[in-house]
């Protein structure tokens, strides 16, 4: 799997749209962008993925540039429930999933 | 979404003693399910991949003869850890994808079980 690196922790103010980086420079064409996210104490929740169009679901949209090289995830209301850390991955596999650090998103009041 | 379920949620049992934990995909058949383990404040590590009717597949640095894998039908594996120490208290979580892998779907976790050795 191709490395990821995001920030460690971000802030986001209740009711606003959270956006959350990722770079992936050496992403393979054939690797899928997983982002998933993990309450306290919790299994990891899926969120979203996608290859190279925008995605977007019930819980967030998914942003990848044209080069692959990075992607942002955007979860457009946030609320405290959304208080967890986020994992971005890139695979070529939907399955054995290597998880890094993640960014650490606390949803203020 | 689907449901991956495990059992215990928490358990604290004394040190040299076995502890079982169970995985199961509550409305598919997963053929394969992953179990990981998570330490305080770090990420999730890949143990191994558990496939039904045969063999788990254990990553580098895990001990097999400690954790042992067993995949009895398409909708439980199970993990036991033998002889627990201290040190393998952890919060041990599994993840299971319906269907055919590869198929391009996303993988289900369980909520995880927290097991402390004393």
């Known amino acids: 799997d191709a490395k990821t690196t995001q920030p460690p922790s971000m802030d986001c103010a209740e009711g606003r749209a959270a956006n959350l980086p990722c770079n992936h420079s050496?992403?393979?064409?054939?690797?899928?962008v997983y982002w998933y996210r993990q309450i306290h104490s919790q299994g990891p929740q899926y969120i979203i993925h996608?290859?190279?169009n925008n995605e977007t679901n019930e819980m967030a949209s998914l942003i990848i540039t044209e080069d692959r090289k990075s992607s942002t995830l955007i979860l457009p209301h946030a609320t405290l429930r959304d208080t967890a850390v986020y994992y971005c991955?890139?695979?070529?596999?939907?399955?054995?999933?290597?998880f890094g650090a993640g960014t650490t998103v606390t949803v203020r009041a | 979404g689907a449901v991956v379920s495990q059992h215990p949620s928490r358990v604290i049992c004394k040190s040299g003693t076995s502890v079982k934990i169970e995985c199961r995909s509550l409305?598919?058949?997963?053929?394969?399910m992953f179990w990981y383990r998570q330490f305080p404040k770090q990420s999730l590590m890949l143990m191994a991949t558990s496939n039904e009717g045969s063999k788990a597949t254990y990553e580098q640095g895990v001990e097999k003869d400690k954790f042992l894998i067993n995949h009895a039908s398409l909708t439980l594996s199970t993990l036991t850890v033998t002889s627990a120490h201290p040190e393998d208290s952890s919060f041990y979580i599994c993840?299971?994808?319906?269907?055919?892998?590869?198929?391009?779907?996303?993988?289900?976790f369980g909520q995880g079980t927290r097991l402390t050795v004393v």
């Open positions: 996608g290859l190279k």
């Open positions: 409305d598919f058949q997963a053929t394969t």
């Open positions: 993840s299971a994808v319906p269907g055919t892998l590869g198929e391009n779907t996303e993988a289900f």
């Open positions: 050496t992403i393979s064409g054939n690797e899928y």
């Open positions: 991955i890139a695979s070529d596999n939907d399955y054995k999933l290597s």
